[in-house]
């Protein structure tokens, strides 16, 4: 980052910053310094490692076979160092892996600098700080030991234990990458818990005894830091709720770190005030961003496991996330909004690439999720699939979904994001998706990657980049400050439904847009209108697996690599000019492809209809 663009990050920084939130972060920094030799201090002296039942296993009850058997083809894979990073990249990453390096890049960041002196935003050779953390969350350890556990091969576990033990001797507390992040070490906790809990049921006493020394090492060093160094403030987003239930699992699982951070009844208060806080009264998450959805409930289900439940209306906010869930994910080929960047908070899927239609499946009680039932028990009482052929509007979060036996059409009319940074947002305001017989059609572009390619960042989360009409000359607000940062925020958009039609609209700069979504009759017509006064672009950006081919003067027919042929037709008042370009979009975390788009230039009013092509 140039120094002139570093000044503004830190001036907008501090913009989104209360008086007492700068003062704040003044003492801690401060105190950063001193960080290293207490942790090496806490990491050496005696601590008492009584350990409770939680969690509560049920490798002794019945097992899903299909559970077994890919849990052993996946452990056997592990071991030899093969590993698939954000659900779907197949990587080397040694075995034991390299704990340093960016393995999508080759890029090796020296773990001897004292974490306090690095920049995790911005690393040597563009390598990607939560590339990095993806090996560094332990979920594959935990991985090998439930194979050990219900499959009695403790081959898998001892490897794990290994591997760990190599972890801590390269990492010491406080230097290098994997101390940057309190919300990182909240992950390795919790899946440190499972792990532990594993290895112990498997009643080995030699696994015992190594799995003592390793705790020792790694549990209350892990539990100090995450709470003094917990996320407050602006920065108080997922991250806190992964912090504050990581420490209510570990309080609850081991009792004595209660004395070196605060009773487990307080950090839940706090988790319960945060979840609320972060959940709308809708069940939609405030941070307007899917993927984060569902890992932050997941860390919210963990922690009330821990403690026989949260309280007050978390309960009953909960339930609402999940049904919110339910109704605005779509499984067949997920495309979320907002950022997304792969995550899984424990490995309890039957495969990382099918989690989404796996939790849906859970929260359902469907055969698919069978394994999260395995692990996890019965989901929240009272939910329901999504009714088919009507509108299902969420007012507080701005999402509107509607569903038939061959279309899902998701709009959006959110404001940008949660808080005045707004981390995860993208300026996606009126963007409408489309999937047509469960084959995506009409996507969002997607992530790409947080800190290694920041042009590419900042493009898939631009208004050119989604399908809300903008104008020709483009828009200049709210700015991109950062990975995690914008500056602005646009207002809230207004949305209506009334019969068939979702009507959404945005005041903005440009002007007022008016979108009209009528989904009816087998087709989704939608119609914008923005005034006379300028030129306004649409751009229909298709998934990966559609081609396109013009039929006529307004025309278009976008055919499917497995057959399906969908027909655009699009009239208006003064279209000035179309046509097909080919733009990157991001499936997946660190994943790019090319896929083709219309773009339209207009005046006043377009009406695009989609349709089955005969």
Known sequence: MKLGQKASWYAQRLRAM??????????????????????????RS????????????????????????????????????????????????????????????????????????LDHRHLEHGADARAIWEINRWSEMTRMAMHSALNGDVHAIRVAQLWLEDWCDRNRPGHGINWTSPLEAALRLM????FDALVRGCNDPELARRQDELTARIVPVHAWW???????????????????????????RWPALARMTSSVMHVRELLERDFLRQFATDGGNQEQALHYHLFAWEMGWHAAAAVGGLGGEVPDRMRKAAQFFIDVAETSEPWDYGDSDDAQVLPLALKRCRAVGEFRGWLLNKPEGASLRFWMGAPPAGLKATARSTWHRYVESGQAVWRDARWTVRADASPLGFGAMAAHGHLDALHVSLWFEQHALVVDPGTGAY???????????????????????????????????????????????????????????????????????????????????????????????????KTGGQAFVCSHEEGLRVQGLFNGDAISGWETVEREVSPHFRELTRSLAVRIIFKG??????????
């Open 226 to 252: 995450i709470w003094r160094r917990r996320s407050f403030g602006s920065s108080a987003n997922n991250h806190l709720i992964g912090e504050l239930a990581a420490l209510v699992m570990a309080i609850t």
């Open 46 to 117: 005696p601590w008492d490692g009584t350990f409770t039942d939680f969690p509560k296993l049920p490798w002794r009850e019945r097992v899903p076979q299909e559970l077994r058997k890919q849990l052993a083809a996946d452990a056997e894979r592990l071991v030899r160092g093969e590993w698939e990073l954000f659900g779907w990249r197949s990587i080397e990453v040694g075995a034991p892996p390299c704990w340093h390096r960016d393995a999508t890049l080759g890029v090796v960041i020296d773990p001897e600098v004292p974490a306090r002196k």
């Open 605 to 614: 009013t377009l009406t695009t209809l989609w349709s089955k092509a005969g």
């Open 451 to 549: 800190y290694s390619d920041p042009a590419l960042r900042a493009q898939l989360a631009s208004w050119e980049a989604h399908n809300g009409p903008v104008p020709l000359c483009g828009r200049t607000t709210p700015r991109r400050m950062g990975a995690f940062l914008w500056a602005d925020h646009h207002d809230r958009p207004a949305v209506e439904i009334s019969d068939d039609i979702c009507v959404m609209r945005l005041a903005h700069e440009g002007g007022p847009v008016q979108r009209a979504v009528c989904a009816a009759q087998g087709q989704v017509e939608i119609c914008d209108n923005v005034g006379d006064a300028q030129e306004h672009v649409v751009t229909w950006q298709l998934a990966p697996g559609w081609t396109i081919e």
């Open 191 to 194: 899946n440190f818990c499972w």
């Open 18 to 43: 209360s008086v007492g939130e700068i003062g704040r972060r003044v003492i801690e920094r401060w105190g950063r310094a001193a960080e290293p030799a207490k942790l090496k201090k806490l990491s």
